[in-house]
């Protein structure tokens, strides 16, 4: 089988699929491969792995797909559970690993984005994106608000020092601004004792068009986490006539308690769950992003034989391990221990040795019709990223935002695909 028949997998050999047998699958591949609008940095669309990929070479059998119709209902559902709220999609650090400008086709139904990079920012406004887009960091710089007031970005305070620049700034037009209150993150925000007197410094301000309030709860994730934060914020507001966003995405699913007029849901709309013990999926969430590579090696182990670097994995009996492309520098967490949920061949099995940077190995013992090219899915569709990271000790939020620009990406929006390389 060879390129004039592309699209079908044998002994491990890559194609891409036809664009005439899978006419849909084609035009994501294009659709990934076109070029950002602008050059920023932040938020690349095509890095050279992509490009490969719509050039029909796969220089390693390692993919992320991008789901958008997953996206577009994860969306959805925030929507449903936020009924009435106006949702701001968190699309910081590149929405959260996925790439901005290839998410964006999907988030049409959001009032808006929410983000920390000003670059980013600056370049949605270029790109003509029109809705609101909330700086959630604010400014750093005076000399930043002139752009920010040409962009018409709406941008978050607090502290002092940024109402002392609005204070001295003289804008081309005033800004919309989010005045956060500290409700026990102890990050950013005013004490809220402070806001009244905030509010009144900046509502006389001719660099400010309007205000609203916000707050970011620390422990929106656990049973007993907001209500005094609640507490707290509404007591701060009191008398203030402005609207309010609290919920993040933990907030967002639990909305009858959070409330709100203006929401910001991040992880929930790439498939993965805020919360510890409730899966995406019972939270009725689809994952967006799936890492699927091939196995290129399969190794006889023999009782005592040991695999990969420090031999962090020993065979108690005869069987078999497979190799699998994907590694650290693919942006699969190196301290994945032993155990670290894999599916291979649509049968879930489980790490055995340490990630490397380009490999990692699994256990094929109950896999017997695994070979050389057989799919894996080191997360997304099937195997949750949620639970890659727990296993690995961390969140998936971690995982999805550290997926390396080696790593070819395919942009669906028709829903689970495999590219059968
Ligand atoms: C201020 C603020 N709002 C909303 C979010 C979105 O949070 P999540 O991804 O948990 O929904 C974040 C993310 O860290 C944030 O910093």
């Given at each position: 089988?060879g390129?004039?028949n592309?699209?079908?997998?044998?002994?491990?050999?890559?194609?891409?699929?036809?664009?005439?047998?899978?006419?849909?699958?084609?035009?994501?591949?294009?659709?990934?491969?076109?070029?950002?609008?602008?050059?920023?940095?932040?938020?690349a669309?095509?890095?050279?792995?992509?490009?490969?990929?719509?050039?029909?070479?796969?220089?390693?059998p390692?993919y992320?797909?991008?789901?958008?119709?997953?996206?577009?209902?994860n969306?959805?559902?925030?929507r449903?559970?936020?009924?009435?709220?106006?949702?701001?999609?968190?699309?910081?650090?590149?929405?959260y690993?996925?790439?901005?400008?290839?998410?964006?086709?999907?988030?049409?139904?959001?009032?808006?984005?929410?983000?920390v990079e000003?670059?980013?920012?600056?370049a949605?406004?270029?790109?003509?994106?029109?809705?609101?887009?909330?700086?959630?960091e604010g400014?750093?710089?005076?000399?930043?608000?002139?752009?920010?007031?040409?962009?018409?970005?709406?941008?978050?305070?607090h502290?002092?020092?940024?109402?002392?620049?609005?204070?001295?700034?003289?804008?081309?037009?005033?800004?919309?601004?989010?005045?956060k209150?500290?409700?026990?993150?102890?990050?950013?925000g005013?004490?809220?004792?402070?806001?009244?007197?905030?509010?009144?410094?900046?509502?006389?301000?001719a660099?400010?068009?309007?205000?609203?309030l916000?707050?970011?709860?620390?422990?929106?994730?656990?049973?007993?986490?907001?209500?005094?934060?609640?507490?707290?914020?509404?007591?701060?507001?009191?008398?203030?006539?402005?609207?309010?966003?609290?919920?993040?995405?933990?907030?967002?699913?639990?909305?009858?308690e959070?409330?709100?007029?203006?929401?910001?849901?991040?992880?929930?709309?790439?498939?993965?769950s805020?919360?510890?013990?409730d899966?995406?999926?019972?939270?009725g969430?689809?994952?967006?992003?799936?890492?699927?590579?091939?196995?290129?090696?399969?190794?006889d182990?023999?009782?005592?034989?040991?695999?990969?670097?420090?031999a962090?994995?020993?065979?108690?009996?005869?069987?078999?391990?497979?190799?699998?492309?994907?590694g650290?520098?693919?942006?699969?967490?190196?301290?994945?221990?032993?155990?670290?949920?894999?599916?291979v061949?649509?049968r879930?099995?489980?790490?055995?040795?340490?990630?490397?940077?380009?490999?990692?190995?699994?256990d094929?013992?109950?896999?017997?019709?695994?070979?050389?090219?057989?799919?894996?899915?080191?997360?997304?569709?099937?195997v949750?990223?949620?639970?890659?990271?727990?296993?690995?000790?961390?969140?998936?939020?971690?995982l999805?935002?550290?997926?390396?620009?080696?790593?070819?990406?395919?942009?669906?929006?028709?829903?689970?695909?495999?590219?059968?390389?």
């Amino acid at each position: 089988m060879g390129p004039s028949n592309p699209g079908v997998a044998r002994g491990g050999r890559c194609f891409i699929i036809d664009h005439q047998a899978r006419p849909a699958l084609y035009t994501m591949i294009a659709w990934a491969s076109q070029p950002p609008r602008t050059a920023s940095p932040a938020h690349a669309v095509a890095n050279s792995a992509t490009a490969a990929i719509a050039d029909r070479r796969m220089p390693r059998p390692l993919y992320a797909q991008i789901n958008l119709s997953a996206l577009k209902a994860n969306l959805a559902r925030a929507r449903e559970k936020a009924p009435g709220a106006q949702v701001l999609a968190v699309v910081k650090a590149n929405a959260y690993g996925h790439g901005l400008t290839r998410v964006l086709p999907a988030l049409e139904d959001a009032d808006g984005l929410a983000l920390v990079e000003l670059d980013a920012a600056m370049a949605l406004r270029d790109m003509h994106y029109t809705r609101r887009i909330l700086l959630m960091e604010g400014f750093f710089e005076a000399r930043d608000l002139d752009d920010i007031a040409q962009r018409r970005l709406a941008v978050v305070v607090h502290d002092e020092e940024q109402v002392r620049m609005l204070e001295s700034a003289s804008l081309s037009r005033p800004l919309e601004v989010f005045v956060k209150a500290n409700t026990g993150m102890n990050r950013l925000g005013f004490p809220p004792g402070d806001l009244v007197r905030v509010c009144e410094r900046l509502s006389g301000l001719a660099s400010v068009a309007a205000l609203r309030l916000m707050t970011h709860l620390a422990r929106a994730d656990e049973d007993d986490g907001v209500e005094e934060a609640l507490r707290t914020f509404d007591t701060a507001c009191r008398g203030l006539p402005y609207p309010r966003s609290i919920a993040n995405s933990a907030g967002v699913m639990r909305y009858a308690e959070v409330g709100g007029d203006i929401v910001r849901p991040g992880i929930m709309l790439y498939g993965a769950s805020p919360f510890a013990y409730d899966t995406a999926e019972m939270l009725g969430l689809r994952p967006v992003m799936t890492l699927r590579s091939r196995l290129i090696g399969i190794q006889d182990l023999q009782p005592h034989d040991s695999v990969g670097y420090g031999a962090a994995y020993t065979a108690t009996r005869a069987h078999r391990i497979g190799v699998v492309a994907c590694g650290y520098a693919d942006g699969y967490p190196r301290h994945a221990p032993n155990g670290t949920p894999v599916m291979v061949c649509g049968r879930m099995t489980r790490l055995a040795g340490r990630v490397s940077m380009d490999l990692l190995t699994v256990d094929l013992s109950d896999i017997p019709e695994a070979r050389v090219g057989s799919p894996v899915v080191l997360w997304g569709e099937g195997v949750p990223v949620d639970d890659v990271a727990a296993a690995a000790g961390t969140v998936g939020y971690e995982l999805l935002c550290a997926l390396a620009s080696r790593v070819p990406v395919v942009v669906s929006d028709t829903g689970a695909l495999d590219l059968e390389l």
